[in-house]
């Protein structure tokens, strides 16, 4: 990392969020928690980055920390240079959950443009907003229905066209496909590295798929828990063109063994 | 289709018949005495139950009674008259709908604190509760002397009494309501750092509306029954309440009766007025609330 702060602008080299020694303990006495213990992670603008780890590893807390969503309890955490309260503030990330989160009272259409009527922008803005985002992720003709007539991964597609409306630089997925069927979530990852790669934005991905987080990342934090940690972080070269076939290659495996692997190191198959 | 129709409604209308053939029989039964007086001792069987079914004080009236008392009230009076059923039932309604429109402001209202306000919510939901568990009846003649004492009359008394008894339902439904909404809807407002007014106007607000719907129809119901119970202690010379009370004083049944089926018909009107508003809503969230 040292060399690419001589030769690029710091602005490319600060990380988008970065986190030193960062705890997170949850109840006190008995019933205490450590769902995060040191955990020290960088992650640079641009960057896919999955955190992947078995159930009560701490990853979907260290997502919603970075969210603000939870509050640290040790450590430090800085989003865009800020706190996590401060970047919230700002709108400096678009945050998709495990579920859609629809409002069912409004059509889809209307779902979308919900985050753009909170920030005050014209209903022009909204519309034109709305239909750029429901074309991408390809649910144009389903902008006047209502979330109940749209198949669960339909939901979720019109849920991240939501979190894409205000075009937030970071983009914060909770295992965003992990409800959706197989083929339905292989047509859904493939349409995310698409957007990845045209918008250029970062994006903090939660999974407990090995396949899901090799095919996706630039980078998988292996995590695991008892007390959450972080236990290996392995870079996943695999190119920024990945067709889905590239799950069969030597590459690709060869990165899922290790991820496999640091998950055994960190005794998540006890 | 018609013979569809025709499917489900036979069992409605066997129903139907049964029930208005051991009405008949009833009235007969306890009508029997009365019209041997009126038919004379020489008279044949069926003057016999022509006379009981034809009393104009019977203890029970039979079917056919009512449904004539009731139409000509509403139809066979003039408006003015202080027979006309429609009148009384216009006075009624009016309390109702005044009693009904208070609760509908006070009992939303009421929620949004108890919702907003946590200390709200422990002192004040208990004095919800406890206010229903007065009698209205006795309530009742205490808040038309009180207000009476200070120059209030009318029909505010009475809608406040419709209101009080109709608010509850409405407060109740409100705060499940302006709860329904999960963490995550929730937590999808924080990650926008939504102001508190859009949390509501947004999330909140729209989410209760189902509730709100199974509150109203309640209330509606309960604001014809407290404009009703109202109209007895005020010493009122109208409305259905006024007409039920005078009926049992001078026994007549059947103004009873005809009151009674006015008051059924403006409780179905307001139920049905509120599935309407519910309709138009469904409609406007694409079918379903």
Redesign the interface.
């Known amino acids: 990392m040292t060399w690419l702060s001589q030769t690029a602008p710091p602005a490319l080299t600060s990380a988008v969020v970065e986190a030193c020694d960062l705890s997170i303990v949850f109840g006190s006495g008995e019933h205490r928690t450590v769902a995060l213990t040191t955990v020290d992670l960088a992650i640079l603008r641009g960057e896919f980055v999955s955190l992947i780890g078995p159930s009560g590893c701490g990853k979907t807390t260290l997502l919603r920390a970075i969210?603000?969503?939870e509050q640290p309890t040790g450590g430090h955490l800085s989003v865009n240079g800020k706190t996590p309260a401060q970047a919230?503030?700002?709108?400096a990330?678009?945050?998709v959950?495990?579920?859609p989160?629809l409002?069912?009272?409004?059509?889809i259409e209307r779902n979308v443009m919900?985050?753009l009527?909170?920030?005050g922008r014209s209903l022009a803005e909204r519309r034109a907003s709305a239909k750029r985002n429901l074309e991408l992720v390809g649910l144009s003709e389903f902008a006047q229905?209502?979330p109940?007539?749209l198949s669960g991964g339909m939901q979720q597609r019109a849920s991240i066209a939501r979190a894409l409306s205000f075009e937030p630089a970071l983009l914060l997925m909770d295992e965003p496909f992990g409800a959706l069927d197989e083929i339905t979530r292989d047509g859904l990852n493939v349409h995310l590295l698409d957007l990845w790669r045209r918008t250029n934005m970062t994006v903090v991905f939660v999974t407990h798929s090995i396949p899901e987080a090799v095919y996706l990342s630039t980078r998988i934090v292996v995590m695991s828990p008892r007390p959450g940690r972080i236990v290996d972080v392995i870079p996943s070269d695999l190119g920024r063109d990945r067709p889905l076939d590239i799950r069969d290659t030597p590459e690709f495996l060869q990165v899922a063994h290790r991820v496999r692997t640091a998950l055994h190191a960190g005794r998540s198959y006890d | 289709m018609i013979r569809g129709a025709a499917r489900r409604a036979a069992p409605i209308v066997v129903v139907l018949l049964g029930l208005v053939g051991m009405w008949y029989a009833a009235a007969l039964a306890l009508d029997l005495r009365a019209g041997q007086a009126l038919a004379g001792s020489g008279a044949s069987p069926q003057a016999l139950i022509a006379a009981a079914w034809s009393l104009e004080r019977p203890l029970l009236p039979a079917p056919h009674q009512v449904a004539q008392a009731v139409w000509s009230g509403l139809f066979g009076e003039p408006l003015g008259s202080a027979r006309s059923l429609l009148y009384h039932a216009g006075v009624t309604a009016l309390t109702a709908a005044l009693g009904f429109a208070l609760a509908l402001v006070f009992g939303i209202a009421l929620a949004v604190s108890i919702v907003h306000v946590r200390t709200l919510d422990r002192s004040l939901m208990p004095w919800v509760v406890a206010s229903q568990t007065v009698p209205v009846l006795a309530i009742a003649p205490m808040v038309v002397v009180v207000l009476g004492n200070i120059g209030l009359t009318g029909v505010l008394p009475k809608a406040l009494i419709a209101g009080w008894l109709s608010f509850f339902p409405i407060t109740t439904a409100m705060v499940t309501g302006l709860r329904s909404p999960d963490r995550?809807?929730f937590?999808?407002?924080?990650?926008?750092?939504?102001?508190g007014r859009?949390i509501f106007a947004?999330?909140r607000w729209?989410?209760s509306?189902a509730f709100l719907f199974a509150g109203v129809k309640v209330a509606a119901t309960l604001a014809v029954v407290g404009a009703i119970v109202a109209e007895l202690p005020t010493g009122a010379q109208a409305g259905l309440g006024a007409r039920l009370l005078a009926g049992s004083y001078y026994g007549q049944t059947l103004q009873i009766w005809a009151a009674l089926i006015a008051a059924a018909l403006l409780t179905l009107l307001a139920v049905g007025a509120a599935d309407c508003a519910q309709r138009v809503l469904v409609a406007r969230?694409?079918?379903?609330?």
């Open positions: 969210a603000d969503l919230r503030r700002e709108r990330y678009g945050y959950f495990q579920a989160a409002y069912p009272w409004r059509n919900l985050p009527e909170i920030m229905r209502f109940w007539q | 995550m809807q937590d999808l407002m924080r990650t926008y750092s939504a102001s859009d947004k999330l729209p989410a509306m969230r694409g079918g379903r609330l």
